[in-house]
């Protein structure tokens, strides 16, 4: 293997694939016995609860989880202990519970399932091998069961996806079923469970099957499960399995796992992330692929950020809502429909003229349609509640102001009134001609989506919708002279037009906040170009700080500060006119576009 020529990722991970265990008042008879693969397993045969977790954990930065069904004997126990954990504990947590999709009894126990707040998906062990019992955990060979099928197609009904646990020679029929089910969202586990990682034959069939698999755009791959068919691995025996991983599905559809604690019979949590990092490095991925790979494709798959709305595959690219006017004048909301794989809205020069139709409540339940509709015109891309804003949360844009950093969050608002939407004029009101006043600030804008009270750092992302652009069109004079704002910001913060939101909503799951790039662009040139890294407080801190003992009802949008680069910090002052053009733009968000009219 080469030298590492890129960074090392070292930031935070979601591990998509452990199993808690509690010995104490549920039973998984499996662990009393030598496991087929891994032998034996007395270094396991304990409690592991979130805390053991956390710890091992530690050094790798581990912040978020999934919890995969460990074989119990009752299921619905098994997701209230873990439900438990994660309300106990604070953590950013998803379960795959178990279902037998051949039960006469199956919606009903779905219906059960789905009761508790972060189950996101199902897992039944399908692992069948006619000659090698070893490599036989399922009681029949369900992939050729109708009933069973069947039980499999009820699942996008309930919003859950399937984790897919086979033996590599039967991943070909898995292809045919993830054909058959374009619905249901699939996530192979275990590198697809090459189960004689030294035979060169059975490694051929794997690869051909991966790369079959991973043309189909409603499967994902979790990269883990090693140790149990190599109890000798090092980074170079396994490398060559996950470097063809990822570069058949890509790194965008891949997401490493430990499947702790059970490799831990084999290795340390520390060994398993330290190699997957290594071959990373050697693969000269990007530090934003890495990332994609250790964090953000495990938390967008199983929508562990974000209500728990409809999950949107990456089968149809949807990343997005939007907020329209179709032909007939009739306000809805629709999924839109871009040039090629664009994950960002309204990018320099394209325009939405379509746009999938969503029914339901945007909020609760809801669903994408095949129905295709003209989009007329973008509207604000929700109707805001509220309109809080956070001030001086950048630091260059504090200290160009000459400011300090505020200790806590600077608070403000704006009259729900300001808001309007991509392509709406930003009107200058009479009073603020004389003096000239009036300047731009692009904003990353939070819109909450379910209510919101005395929630801690940990849990705050869990009640945010999405995130869109602002513009935080500021008129200076009446902001600040405190003869005319009696010391307030929000007069000069309110004028109607004065906060352009959109063109979109990105969900939650699909970027991370803090770290965006951001700027505006006046007239064409580049006005302000900064990132979200540079904020004061992050969207964690704003939302959890907001909500103590006030609910933050769904619909509530939070503009989180502006950058350096504000037109009244300048020398001269750079103040918006009659005429001009302004766009904000936000990466992964798209692109804010409005021009200024003076009030007629």
């Given at each position: 293997?080469?030298?590492?020529?890129?960074?090392?990722?070292?930031?935070?991970?979601?591990?998509?694939?452990?199993?808690?265990?509690?010995?104490?008042?549920?039973?998984?008879?499996?662990?009393?016995?030598?496991?087929?693969?891994?032998?034996?397993?007395?270094?396991?045969?304990?409690?592991?609860?979130?805390?053991?977790?956390?710890?091992?954990?530690?050094?790798?930065?581990?912040?978020?989880?999934?919890?995969?069904?460990?074989?119990?004997?009752?299921?619905?126990?098994?997701?209230?202990?873990?439900?438990?954990?994660?309300?106990?504990?604070?953590?950013?947590?998803?379960?795959?519970?178990?279902?037998?999709?051949?039960?006469?009894?199956?919606?009903?126990?779905?219906?059960?399932?789905?009761?508790?707040?972060?189950?996101?998906?199902?897992?039944?062990?399908?692992?069948?091998?006619?000659?090698?019992?070893?490599?036989?955990?399922?009681?029949?060979?369900?992939?050729?069961?109708?009933?069973?099928?069947?039980?499999?197609?009820?699942?996008?009904?309930?919003?859950?996806?399937?984790?897919?646990?086979?033996n590599f020679h039967q991943l070909p029929r898995v292809h045919e079923v993830a054909t058959r089910f374009s619905d249901v969202f699939f996530i192979i586990n275990h590198h697809g469970i090459c189960n004689h990682p030294k035979d060169p034959t059975v490694v051929q069939k794997w690869r051909e099957s991966i790369v079959a698999l991973a043309g189909l755009p409603n499967v994902v791959i979790k990269i883990s499960g090693f140790g149990m068919f190599n109890n000798n691995w090092d980074v170079g025996?396994?490398?060559?399995?996950?470097?063809?991983?990822?570069?058949?599905?890509?790194?965008?559809?891949?997401?490493?796992?430990?499947?702790?604690?059970?490799?831990?019979?084999?290795?340390?949590?520390?060994?398993?992330?330290?190699?997957?990092?290594?071959?990373?490095?050697?693969?000269?991925?990007?530090?934003?692929?890495?990332?994609?790979?250790?964090?953000?494709?495990?938390?967008?798959?199983?929508?562990?950020?974000?209500?728990?709305?409809?999950?949107?595959?990456?089968?149809?690219?949807?990343?997005?809502?939007?907020?329209?006017?179709?032909?007939?004048?009739?306000?809805?909301?629709?999924?839109?429909?871009?040039?090629?794989?664009?994950?960002?809205?309204?990018?320099?020069?394209?325009?939405?003229?379509?746009?999938?139709?969503?029914?339901?409540?945007?909020?609760?339940?809801?669903?994408?349609?095949?129905?295709?509709?003209?989009?007329?015109?973008?509207?604000?891309?929700?109707?805001?509640?509220?309109?809080?804003?956070?001030?001086?949360?950048?630091?260059?844009?504090?200290?160009?102001?000459?400011?300090?950093?505020?200790?806590?969050?600077?608070?403000?608002?704006?009259?729900?009134?300001?808001?309007?939407?991509?392509?709406?004029?930003?009107?200058?009101?009479?009073?603020?001609?004389?003096?000239?006043?009036?300047?731009?600030?692009?904003?990353?804008?939070?819109?909450?989506?379910?209510?919101?009270?005395?929630?801690?750092?940990?849990?705050?992302?869990?009640?945010?919708?999405?995130?869109?652009?602002?513009?935080?069109?500021?008129?200076?004079?009446?902001?600040?002279?405190?003869?005319?704002?009696?010391?307030?910001?929000?007069?000069?913060?309110?004028?109607?037009?004065?906060?352009?939101?959109?063109?979109?909503?990105?969900?939650?799951?699909?970027?991370?906040?803090?770290?965006?790039?951001?700027?505006?662009?006046?007239?064409?040139?580049?006005?302000?170009?900064?990132?979200?890294?540079?904020?004061?407080?992050?969207?964690?801190?704003?939302?959890?700080?907001?909500?103590?003992?006030?609910?933050?009802?769904?619909?509530?949008?939070?503009?989180?500060?502006?950058?350096?680069?504000?037109?009244?910090?300048?020398?001269?002052?750079?103040?918006?006119?009659?005429?001009?053009?302004?766009?904000?733009?936000?990466?992964?968000?798209?692109?804010?576009?409005?021009?200024?009219?003076?009030?007629?």
């Amino acid at each position: 293997m080469s030298a590492p020529q890129v960074q090392m990722y070292d930031g935070e991970v979601c591990d998509p694939h452990i199993h808690l265990f509690d010995l104490e008042n549920l039973s998984y008879p499996w662990i009393h016995n030598t496991h087929p693969l891994v032998g034996d397993l007395s270094s396991i045969r304990a409690n592991y609860k979130l805390p053991d977790l956390l710890k091992e954990g530690k050094k790798q930065q581990l912040s978020k989880f999934v919890h995969v069904q460990a074989e119990c004997t009752s299921s619905l126990g098994e997701v209230e202990f873990v439900e438990r954990e994660i309300k106990t504990h604070g953590v950013i947590g998803g379960i795959v519970a178990f279902a037998d999709l051949a039960s006469d009894k199956l919606e009903d126990h779905l219906v059960a399932l789905c009761q508790h707040p972060n189950v996101r998906g199902i897992r039944q062990l399908l692992n069948w091998d006619n000659d090698n019992p070893n490599f036989r955990f399922a009681s029949k060979d369900f992939l050729h069961d109708e009933k069973w099928l069947a039980g499999l197609s009820l699942l996008p009904k309930f919003n859950l996806s399937f984790d897919m646990h086979v033996n590599f020679h039967q991943l070909p029929r898995v292809h045919e079923v993830a054909t058959r089910f374009s619905d249901v969202f699939f996530i192979i586990n275990h590198h697809g469970i090459c189960n004689h990682p030294k035979d060169p034959t059975v490694v051929q069939k794997w690869r051909e099957s991966i790369v079959a698999l991973a043309g189909l755009p409603n499967v994902v791959i979790k990269i883990s499960g090693f140790g149990m068919f190599n109890n000798n691995w090092d980074v170079g025996s396994i490398a060559p399995f996950v470097s063809h991983i990822i570069n058949s599905f890509g790194a965008h559809r891949c997401m490493f796992a430990s499947n702790f604690t059970v490799e831990k019979v084999v290795s340390s949590y520390d060994d398993w992330y330290n190699a997957f990092k290594t071959i990373c490095a050697s693969m000269n991925l990007t530090y934003k692929e890495q990332q994609q790979l250790f964090h953000d494709n495990a938390v967008r798959y199983y929508r562990l950020l974000g209500s728990n709305s409809k999950y949107i595959s990456p089968s149809n690219g949807v990343k997005n809502f939007i907020r329209f006017l179709d032909v007939q004048g009739s306000v809805r909301y629709g999924v839109p429909i871009l040039p090629g794989s664009s994950s960002s809205l309204l990018c320099d020069g394209w325009t939405i003229d379509e746009a999938y139709v969503i029914d339901g409540d945007i909020y609760n339940n809801h669903k994408v349609t095949n129905q295709k509709v003209k989009v007329a015109k973008l509207l604000e891309p929700i109707q805001p509640t509220s309109i809080i804003c956070i001030g001086l949360n950048y630091r260059r844009h504090a200290t160009e102001c000459g400011l300090k950093f505020p200790e806590n969050p600077v608070v403000f608002f704006k009259n729900i009134s300001a808001s309007c939407a991509y392509g709406d004029n930003i009107v200058i009101p009479k009073v603020c001609f004389e003096p000239e006043q009036t300047d731009y600030e692009c904003e990353l804008a939070i819109v909450i989506g379910k209510d919101c009270k005395n929630v801690s750092e940990g849990q705050a992302l869990n009640y945010v919708l999405g995130f869109t652009a602002a513009n935080d069109v500021s008129a200076r004079t009446w902001q600040l002279n405190a003869t005319l704002c009696g010391g307030q910001w929000n007069r000069g913060k309110s004028f109607d037009t004065f906060c352009p939101l959109g063109p979109g909503l990105t969900l939650t799951h699909v970027i991370n906040p803090d770290n965006l790039k951001i700027s505006t662009r006046l007239n064409g040139n580049m006005v302000q170009d900064s990132s979200t890294s540079d904020m004061i407080f992050n969207v964690k801190k704003i939302v959890s700080f907001l909500s103590q003992g006030t609910t933050l009802k769904p619909g509530t949008v939070i503009v989180t500060g502006t950058p350096e680069g504000v037109g009244f910090a300048r020398k001269p002052p750079l103040w918006l006119h009659h005429g001009d053009n302004v766009q904000i733009i936000i990466e992964d968000i798209g692109v804010l576009n409005n021009n200024v009219v003076n009030e007629q």
